[in-house]
C-alpha cells in the first residue's frame, strides 16, 4: 500500500517523465526541416551543380543571360502581375509585414520580379528582343506531396519585345532542347491558345454563363471566380469544380483572327522543325498574366506532379506594372521534378568526385612534410589534403577511400629522404611515381 508521500514522489516521477517527453518531442522538431521544404545534402548537391550549369550553358547557347532577383518582393507586385483571383495569390503566398508595416511576399515564381527589374533598370529601353534566364528558390504555400514543394527551385527563360510566332517557337525549342539534353525520351510537349484581350471577353462571358448554371455545386473560392474571373475556375483542385470544368467552354474556339493565325504559325514551325505536340484546350496555366500561346512539357511517368515545365506568352505583363506594351514569353522549369524525372529514367549523372590527392603520413615529420606538400598542391590548383586528426596510416587510408580520394600517396622517413614516392590510384590500384614536389605531382595526375 502506498503511503500519501510515496504517491507524491509517484507523481512528480510521472510529471518528470510528461516533462522529459515534451522537451524530447520539442527537441525533435527543433531537427526537422520545415513540411514541404528539403535539404539537399553533399551527395545530392553536386548533382544540383552539375545540372544547373549545365542548364546555363544549354540557355547560353541560345543567347539567354542570368538575372539574380531579390527572394522577396513588395506584395503588390505578384497581386497584379500574376493576378488576385489565381491559387497562387489567393492562397499560397507567404506575405508578412516587414517591421517598416510594408507587405511583403517571398517569390512564388520568377516572371512579375524579371519584369519589375528590367522595369527599374530600363532595360527594356535597349535593344530588343532582351533574352534572361534565372535559377532560383520559390515559395508557395500548397498541399506537399511527390513534386510538389513549398519550397521549390525553377530554372526560368524570359523573352521581351519579340511578338512573332518565332519567338514562341524558340522559347518552345529551349524547353525540349534542355529535356533531350538531359537524356529525356519519356516527355510530351502540350499547346493552347487562350487568346488575347479582344477575343478573350467573348471566351470569359461563355466561361461565365456555362458555370453559372452550375453555380450551386461551385466551392466557395469558385463562387467568387465567377464574377471576377472565370477562368481561373479551371485551374480549381477541388474534384467537383475540377469535374465541372471538364466540360466547359474551350479558349480555342473563341480565337480572334490574329490570334488563330499567330497559334497556326506556332504550330507550322513546330511541325517544320519536327517538334512534335499535342494540342490540350485545357491548358489555361493558372496565372493571369498568360495571353495567346500557354504550353506545358509533361513527363509520363511522373504522375500527378509530371508537369516539369510550363510557360507560355504575357504580352500584357509590362503594362499591367506600369511599363510600356512589351511582348514577353517564358517558361519555367522545376528542377526538382527535372531531376526526378531523370532519375526515373535512369539519366547518367557524374561521379561526385573527392580531392586529387590524399597525402597520408607516418611521424611527426612526415605530417609537417605533408601539410607542406599539400599547401603546395593546392596553390597548384590541384584538390588536396592531408590528414587532420594525427590517424594511424590505415585509418588516413581508409578515410582517403570513404571520401573518393582519386590518389593517395604516403609520406614516410624513406619518402622524405629520397624526395620520391608513389601515388597510388584509388580506382586501379596503378602506382606512378613521382618527386616530392607539386609539378610533378600535377603531372602525373593529368
Ligand atoms: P508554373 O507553372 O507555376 O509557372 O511553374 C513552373 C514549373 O515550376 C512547373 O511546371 C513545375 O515544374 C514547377 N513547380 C511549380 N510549383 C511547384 C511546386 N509547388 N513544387 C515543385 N515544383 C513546382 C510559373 O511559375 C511561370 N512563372 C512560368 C513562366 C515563366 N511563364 C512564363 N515565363
Same mark, same amino acid.
Given at each position: 500500500m502506498m503511503t500519501p508521500v510515496d504517491q507524491r514522489d509517484a507523481g512528480v516521477v510521472r510529471c518528470k517523465h510528461i516533462i522529459a517527453r515534451e522537451e524530447s518531442r520539442k527537441m525533435a522538431e527543433l531537427i526537422q526541416a520545415p513540411r514541404g521544404t528539403a535539404d539537399i545534402l553533399m551527395d545530392e548537391s553536386y548533382q544540383w551543380r552539375w545540372l544547373t550549369d549545365r542548364l546555363a550553358d544549354t540557355v547560353g547557347r541560345f543567347g539567354y543571360r542570368e538575372i539574380l532577383l531579390p527572394t522577396?518582393?513588395?506584395t503588390e507586385l505578384f497581386e497584379r502581375g500574376i493576378g488576385d483571383a489565381t491559387d497562387v495569390v489567393g492562397k499560397e503566398m507567404y506575405t508578412m509585414l516587414d517591421k517598416g508595416g510594408r507587405s511583403i511576399t517571398l517569390?512564388? @515564381?520568377?516572371t512579375a520580379n524579371t519584369a519589375r527589374a528590367l522595369l527599374q533598370h530600363g532595360s527594356?529601353?535597349?535593344?530588343?528582343p532582351l533574352r534572361v534566364f534565372y535559377i532560383m528558390s520559390c515559395f508557395r504555400y500548397e498541399k506537399p506531396q511527390s513534386g510538389r514543394y513549398r519550397e521549390f527551385h525553377q530554372l526560368g527563360i524570359e523573352l521581351f519585345g519579340a511578338p512573332s510566332p518565332d519567338a514562341d517557337f524558340e522559347v518552345i525549342r529551349v524547353g525540349d532542347t534542355i529535356l533531350r539534353e538531359c537524356s529525356l525520351a519519356h516527355y510530351e510537349l502540350e499547346l493552347n491558345s487562350i487568346g488575347c484581350p479582344h477575343c478573350r471577353p467573348a471566351f470569359h462571358a461563355a466561361l461565365k454563363e456555362y458555370f453559372a448554371s452550375h453555380v450551386d455545386e461551385l466551392c466557395d473560392t469558385c463562387k467568387g471566380r465567377? @464574377?471576377?474571373?472565370?477562368?481561373?475556375?479551371?485551374?480549381? !483542385?477541388?474534384p467537383v469544380c475540377s469535374g465541372i470544368a471538364k466540360t466547359a467552354p474551350v479558349a480555342l474556339e473563341y480565337l480572334c483572327d490574329d490570334c488563330r493565325k499567330h497559334f497556326d504559325e506556332v504550330r507550322r514551325l513546330l511541325e517544320l522543325a519536327g517538334l512534335s505536340y499535342v494540342i490540350n484546350?485545357?491548358?489555361?496555366?493558372?496565372?493571369?498574366?498568360?495571353?495567346?500561346t500557354v504550353f506545358e512539357f509533361v513527363h !509520363?511517368?511522373?504522375?500527378?506532379?509530371?508537369?516539369?515545365c510550363g510557360g507560355g506568352r504575357y504580352d500584357g505583363l509590362i503594362e499591367t506594372i506600369g511599363g510600356p506594351p512589351t511582348a514577353g514569353i517564358g517558361f519555367g522549369m522545376g528542377l526538382e521534378r527535372l531531376l526526378s524525372v531523370m532519375r526515373s529514367e535512369s539519366a547518367v549523372f557524374p561521379e561526385d568526385r573527392g580531392c586529387d590527392v590524399f597525402v597520408c603520413s607516418v611521424g611527426d615529420r612526415a605530417r609537417e612534410q605533408s601539410r607542406l606538400l599539400v599547401c603546395q598542391l593546392l596553390d597548384a590548383g590541384v584538390a588536396a589534403q592531408y590528414d587532420l586528426?594525427?590517424?594511424?596510416l590505415k585509418a588516413q587510408l581508409k578515410f582517403a577511400d570513404r571520401t573518393h580520394a582519386r590518389f593517395t600517396m604516403v609520406l614516410g622517413d624513406e619518402e622524405l629522404e629520397t624526395g620520391q614516392a608513389q601515388l597510388k590510384s584509388m580506382l586501379d590500384s596503378r602506382l606512378l611515381p613521382v618527386k616530392l614536389d607539386a609539378t610533378s605531382i600535377r603531372q602525373a595526375i593529368g
Open positions: 522577396f518582393e513588395h517569390r512564388p @515564381e520568377g527594356l529601353a535597349g535593344p530588343l465567377l @464574377e471576377r474571373n472565370p477562368l481561373r475556375i479551371l485551374d480549381c !483542385k477541388s484546350p485545357t491548358i489555361v496555366r493558372g496565372l493571369d498574366y498568360y495571353t495567346r !509520363k511517368a511522373a504522375g500527378a506532379q509530371g508537369t516539369v586528426n594525427g590517424r594511424s
